[in-house]
């Protein structure tokens, strides 16, 4: 499936659902747990959400509140290393599972946020 598809085929509401449930995988994880500490965690659930929705071609509420998202730089005071990036993918494949997109809509986003990851590294190593 193309990235202009996917928003037609989960909406708002299948976004809205895969972030509700990465971000109930947050506070927990021994990895990521401690980076998101000190934010405000629904806050934080809410900026993902209207990003992907926004890149997606939803709603554009996020450039209106946050401008342009210039994602490395806004990452740019978390250490992510290798372990951190793997791991937000692993709590994010496991919030696909549980959201159960369609399998199209998965690969597609799966291979976003693959690759959206990678691209937010910025130090080598754990
Ligand atoms: C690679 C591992 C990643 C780590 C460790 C990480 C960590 C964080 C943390 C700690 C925050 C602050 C939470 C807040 O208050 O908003 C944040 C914000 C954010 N992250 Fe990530 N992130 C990662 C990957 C990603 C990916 C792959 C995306 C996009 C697909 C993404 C999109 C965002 C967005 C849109 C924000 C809010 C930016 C803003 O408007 O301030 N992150 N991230």
Do not use: C, K
């Not at 730089?73 to 993918?89: C, K, L």
């Not at 399998?103 to 291979?111: D, P, V």
């Not at 946020?113 to 910025?122: C, V």
């Amino acid at each position: 499936m193309n990235e202009q598809d996917l928003y037609a085929a989960i909406g708002e509401d299948g976004f809205t659902r895969l972030i509700a449930a990465f971000y109930r995988r947050i506070p927990q994880d021994d990895i990521l747990g401690p980076m998101y500490e000190h934010h405000d965690l629904t806050g934080a659930e809410q900026r993902l959400r209207d990003f992907l929705l926004f890149r997606f071609g939803g709603v554009p509420r996020y450039l209106e509140e946050r401008g342009h998202p210039r994602l490395r730089m806004r990452h740019a005071r978390f250490p992510i290393g290798q372990a951190a990036r793997d791991r937000w993918i692993e709590l994010m494949d496991a919030a696909l599972a549980e959201t159960g997109l369609p399998a199209e809509a998965h690969q597609t986003l799966r291979s976003f946020f693959d690759s959206t990851a990678t691209f937010l590294m910025n130090r080598a190593g754990d």
